[in-house]
Every structure is written in structure tokens, then in C-alpha cells.
């Protein structure tokens, strides 16, 4: 009922840029906080950046002033701006929402399927 698609990912020289892109769709009633996490061989999924749905942020020390996270809730989409990319970056990276359908009262916690970001030169 409830899908998250993310875009964006690709392979970048280390100083460089992606932005990614996290589309719901389905039959939402409402999204409060939207999230993305990044998961690098052999380690656990940690969290990148985090939007509440007034638009306020959070981000880890490892990517704060580096990593910006924004949302256009008219279009349900998250993005992740990421600037000054470093090899340590390189990981699947997945976006997250809590989500109100359509036929519920209560939020539910929704994955996307992941994109690969690579820094490599």
C-alpha cells in the first residue's frame, strides 16, 4: 500500500557530490519524520540525517556540515544532499518515514529498497 523509492545514487570521486532522492507513494494520509540511514559492509545501519515533518534536522557528527537533508511534503520526497564526499561514505543508503495510511490511525515505520553510493577515485 505504502512504497518508498530512492534515486540518486551512483559512483563519485572522493570531494564530490550526490544528491539522492526518496519518493513515497500509495495511499498516505500523512508523513511525520523522514530519515536516512546508510549501511557499509560488514557494519551495522546507521542513521545519516533526520527532517521532522516542520522541517527541523538532525545529523551525526560524521556528516554534519557535509550532509543536508530536506523534504517537500506536497510531494511526499525526501532528499539527501551530500557534499564533500569521502571513500568512508561508501555504503547502501535507505531512506525512512513514519507514515499515516489512508486506512489506519497509527503511524508505521516504512523502508526503501536502497542505493548504492560509492566513493571511489
Known amino acids: 500500500q505504502v512504497q518508498l523509492v530512492e534515486s540518486g545514487g551512483g559512483l563519485v570521486q572522493p570531494g564530490g557530490s550526490l544528491r539522492l532522492s526518496c519518493a513515497a507513494s500509495?495511499?498516505?494520509?500523512?508523513?511525520?519524520?523522514m530519515s536516512w540511514y546508510r549501511q557499509a559492509p560488514g557494519k551495522q545501519r546507521e542513521s545519516v540525517a533526520a527532517?521532522?515533518?516542520?522541517?527541523?534536522?538532525a545529523y551525526p557528527d560524521a556528516v554534519k556540515g557535509r550532509f543536508t537533508i530536506s523534504r517537500d511534503n506536497a510531494k511526499n520526497t525526501v532528499y539527501l544532499q551530500m557534499n564533500s564526499l569521502k571513500p568512508e561514505d561508501t555504503a547502501v543508503y535507505y531512506c525512512?518515514?513514519?507514515?499515516?495510511?489512508?486506512?489506519?490511525?497509527?503511524?508505521?515505520?516504512?523502508w526503501g529498497q536502497g542505493t548504492q553510493v560509492n566513493v571511489s577515485s
Open positions: 525512512n518515514a513514519e507514515i499515516r495510511t489512508a486506512f489506519g490511525s497509527i503511524y508505521g515505520t516504512y
Open positions: 527532517i521532522a515533518r516542520d522541517g527541523s534536522t
Open positions: 500509495g495511499s498516505i494520509f500523512r508523513i511525520n519524520a
